[in-house]
């Protein structure tokens, strides 16, 4: 299993802040999937990215998979109450002697206050 | 109905029980997953099923028995669980192996 560490665990800031999480390995993945999972609900994916250096944008969010493909940032700019949730970054296996399976890292739970 | 499907939302049991967990993808997809979701732990598959075959068993116990009829349907056949095995379970699909997941709502299990 190729882990993924995320950081921070937990993050709580108020409307209006910017913020910064990350997702670091010490192997490389073909890809890298970031998902936000709001409380009873399941992971909604937001953003693959599949490219040494990509960079994303998703509206107030933007992603960058790192040159190594080794880790990934998500950067929220203005943060508002409707992004808090759990953040979870997903590596796909470099190579099919790894598995099909996605790993996971444990998450980063943002809470946005008003 | 679209998306990913789970019932039941919520289910209690004891020890003894045997119960199930149902799973409906109506995306056309052909590899479906559960993954078990604790506190402070990274999702972790279980099972894997590609074109109804089982391609990965994580080496789960065998008090859970996945079950695959069609491409569409994916369940879980829980029997004599332990109160560790307090979880929310998730369902996903995806078009083919290690492609982006859509994740149903999940099932939170609950053994006392």
């Known amino acids: 299993t190729q882990l993924l560490e995320q950081s921070p665990q937990f993050l709580s800031i108020q409307e209006g802040e910017n913020l910064t999480v990350y997702c670091n390995s010490s192997s490389v993945f073909s890809s890298l999937q970031w998902y936000r999972q709001e409380p009873g609900e399941g992971p909604v994916l937001l953003v693959t990215?599949?490219?040494?250096?990509e960079v994303k944008k998703l509206k107030r969010l933007t992603f960058q998979f790192g040159d190594a493909r080794k880790d990934s940032s998500l950067h929220i700019t203005a943060a508002q109450p409707g992004d808090t949730g759990l953040y979870l970054c997903?590596?796909?296996?470099?190579?099919?002697?790894?598995?099909?399976?996605?790993?996971f890292g444990k998450g980063t739970s943002l809470l946005v206050t008003p | 109905e679209t998306g990913v499907t789970q019932t039941p939302r919520h289910l209690v049991m004891g020890m003894t029980n045997k119960k199930s967990l149902k799973c409906e993808q109506h995306l056309g997809h052909n590899a479906m997953y559960w993954y078990k979701q604790s506190a402070k732990k990274p999702l972790e598959l279980m099972f894997v099923?590609?074109?109804?075959?089982?391609?990965e068993n994580n080496s789960v116990p065998s008090r859970f028995s996945p079950e695959c009829p069609n491409s569409s349907h994916l369940f879980l056949h829980l029997h004599t669980l332990q109160p560790e095995d307090s979880a929310l379970y998730l369902c996903a699909s995806s078009p083919s192996l290690a492609w982006e997941l859509f994740f149903g709502e999940g099932s939170r299990l609950t053994v006392l």
């Open positions: 099923y590609n074109f109804k075959e089982q391609t």
């Open positions: 997903a590596g796909a296996p470099r190579d099919s002697n790894s598995g099909y399976a996605l790993n």
């Open positions: 990215v599949v490219t040494g250096g």
